[in-house]
């Protein structure tokens, strides 16, 4: 392929990665989309530098993956060029599931997760490229038999993680969630065939979890971030349970196919994903701007909303919200934006968040200690924090 490109990251300066078939991929125009879909959805409505996307997140995860892989091969773990070369490509393509603003609208224009649409993905461009990706498939899918392969990509201490948190704090000015990846990254090892963390790494492992917790209640989660997301996902149900005509948009659009198509579910999955990798955020902004003129009083409502940044206000709170707190706030809806009772209650949106900082049902992180006994992480830190779960719910509703 020649000289290989050269990316210039903000974090980790100047980056290139070490097979032709990666740069293939990301030059390929279902790839190169991911330039055109927000990493966090609609999060720079509170924090305005949170406009980085996921296809840097991605750029960036396959760049740690490769420092790990050095780090291990230093400290005689054997690992194959054919291991390396899959678990880049398992990498580099982990989000390419993801739909317009990511999380925000996950299963609301095709009714999957995105890690099952990456994998459709990987065995199109199996496919396409006409290489062998059966290795790429197993160490995504952990049915590979060395586990710390998949463990790099996806666990609880995963490369995938250090970037999203550093970058996602970089762009947002949120400090607290900054955390030590190169520390982390020099600590790992490979102790029967899974990942470790030697024990002088111990206090990292603690400080990146306690970034995780702060950066989902502080950020991902915070009330103005949750309202607008809700907005734009009852926007969209909207749409969907109305069977709303757009006219503006090309009746072949692959936006107008994959809406009108969401309960029938009668495209050929092979033609639905195709119409799926041509959509991107600015698919959704356009459809948001023609919405704004819409005959349907609720649906116009919620476009100019989302559009100019009137939000729903949002309540929250451990507990749950009672009926009759609900119900009063349901009847000041239809009051005063003088609309009847089944549009003022599809004005309000309650939602429900519970997070791990460690669950440990999913596996645990191991400290490997000097005596090179293993040990669950839970079973030598100090802390307690990571073993409650947290939990809030939310309450969004129409500004009177």
């Not at 470790?196 to 603690?206: A, F, H, I, Q, T």
């Not at 734009?232 to 149900?237: A, H, R």
Request: aromatic share 12%.
């Amino acid at each position: 392929m020649g000289k290989k490109k050269i990316f210039n990251d903000p974090l980790y300066g100047l980056i290139q990665f070490p097979f032709d078939i990666l740069y293939k991929i990301i030059d390929h125009p279902y790839f190169q989309r991911l330039r055109r879909i927000n990493q966090m959805g609609l999060a720079s409505f509170v924090y305005p530098g949170a406009t980085h996307s996921r296809f840097q997140h991605s750029l960036g995860a396959l760049h740690l993956t490769n420092k790990a892989i050095d780090i291990l091969r230093n400290k005689s773990v054997a690992i194959s060029m054919e291991e390396q070369r899959a678990v880049n490509i398992a990498i580099l393509l982990h989000d390419i599931g993801h739909g317009p603003f990511s999380h925000a609208l996950e299963g609301s224009i095709i009714k999957a997760s995105h890690e099952n649409l990456s994998i459709d993905f990987i065995q199109y461009f199996e496919k396409y490229f006409g290489e062998d990706f059966s290795l790429v498939k197993q160490i995504f899918s952990n049915n590979y038999h060395r586990e710390f392969l998949h463990q790099l990509i996806a666990s609880q201490l995963d490369v995938d993680r250090m970037d999203y948190l550093n970058r996602d704090s970089f762009f947002t000015g949120v400090i607290e969630g900054k955390i030590g990846y190169d520390r982390i990254l020099a600590m790992l090892h490979v102790v029967d065939g899974r990942l470790v963390v030697e024990e002088k790494g111990l206090y990292s492992v603690e400080k990146f979890l306690i970034a995780r917790r702060f950066m989902y209640w502080q950020v991902y989660l915070h009330k103005t971030a949750v309202s607008a997301e809700q907005m734009l996902k009852l926007l969209i149900e909207t749409v969907i349970s109305k069977n709303t005509n757009i006219p503006e948009l090309r009746t072949d659009h692959p936006l107008n196919l994959l809406l009108n198509d969401h309960e029938k579910n009668e495209i050929d999955p092979i033609v639905r994903l195709e119409l799926f990798a041509q959509l991107d955020d600015y698919d959704i902004w356009n459809l948001i701007k023609i919405l704004c003129k819409h005959d349907d009083w609720t649906i116009q409502y919620l476009a100019n909303s989302i559009l100019n940044r009137n939000l729903f206000l949002t309540i929250s709170q451990e507990t749950k919200f009672s009926c009759d707190f609900v119900n009063k706030i349901r009847q000041n809806i239809g009051v005063h934006l003088k609309v009847d009772e089944n549009v003022a209650q599809s004005l309000i949106q309650i939602t429900y968040e519970s997070k791990n900082t460690y669950d440990e049902s999913k596996g645990n992180i191991s400290i490997l200690k000097k005596n090179a006994e293993v040990v669950p992480f839970s079973e030598i830190s100090h802390f307690n924090f990571y073993k409650e779960i947290d939990s809030m719910n939310f309450l969004c509703y129409a500004r009177l």
